[in-house]
């Protein structure tokens, strides 16, 4: 069953202005991590931002912020501001809980930003 | 401090021949784990390690064994290649209970032929 789903393969932002990527996870696990990755052209994969299941805020990194709605099991990151260099492929993951720490990847949402 | 490092950068292979890539960490982390990345499928897991001497399977572990006699190196060895294992891969570590960042290697670029 897929734990990570990320509905957007693929969307364009202009310049300056913000953009939110979908993503849901699924698990039983009441402890979990959520995480956010951007992979650029280049190819290395670049931590961007975490949250924990027992965070009551939700976490936020310069530029970056994540919408936690355990809920609905929804941690989407918004991008503020968007610049040119946001151009890349974005990964939601999930870790999940002891003993194993596994962590599982969405598909990847592909970000262009256009001047 | 070199973090994650993984060698090669990039291997061909033909169909049939067994490799190894290399990965090695020097943060002293217990958990390390192999993943690969296809267009259009994100990372999937391999193989991962909780600490020296244990291993275990992940998501698509066929054709692909480990091992782990150090804490610093996790080895991903390849039987005999077949061009579905035409991927990117990419080795991570993290320190125990598994805290906020796990530490990705650069990532081996193999082509099967």
């Known amino acids: 069953a897929q734990k990570i789903t990320q509905t957007q393969p693929g969307m364009f932002v202009q310049e300056k202005e913000a953009v939110t990527l979908d993503c849901t996870y699924d698990?039983?696990?009441?402890?979990?991590?959520l995480f956010w990755y951007k992979q650029p052209s280049s190819g290395e994969m670049i931590f961007l931002i975490y949250?924990?299941?027992?965070?009551?805020q939700n976490a936020t990194e310069g530029r970056y912020s994540l919408n936690f709605q355990k809920a609905r099991k929804s941690a989407n990151l918004v991008i503020s501001a968007s610049q040119l260099g946001d151009s890349a492929m974005y990964f939601c993951?999930?870790?999940?809980?002891?003993?194993?720490?596994?962590?599982?990847f969405g598909a990847g949402t592909t970000v262009t930003v256009r001047a | 401090n070199a973090g994650v490092t993984q060698t090669p950068k990039f291997q061909v292979l033909k169909t049939g021949q067994s490799m190894t890539l290399q990965c090695a960490q020097d943060?002293?982390?217990?958990?390390m784990s192999w993943y690969r990345q296809d267009p259009g499928m994100g990372l999937r897991l391999i193989h991962y390690?909780?600490?020296?001497?244990?291993?275990d399977q992940g998501e698509v572990p066929n054709g692909y064994n480990v091992s782990r006699s150090t804490t610093e190196d996790f080895p991903l060895r390849l039987l005999s290649a077949a061009p579905s294992q035409t991927s990117v891969y990419f080795c991570a570590s993290s320190s125990r209970r598994g805290t906020k960042t796990q530490y990705f290697g650069p990532g081996t670029r193999l082509l099967v032929l």
């Open positions: 390690s909780v600490g020296a001497g244990i291993t």
């Open positions: 949250q924990g299941s027992y965070d009551q």
């Open positions: 943060m002293n982390h217990e958990y």
């Open positions: 698990t039983s696990d009441p402890s979990y991590g």
């Open positions: 993951a999930m870790r999940e809980g002891p003993p194993d720490y596994k962590l599982s």
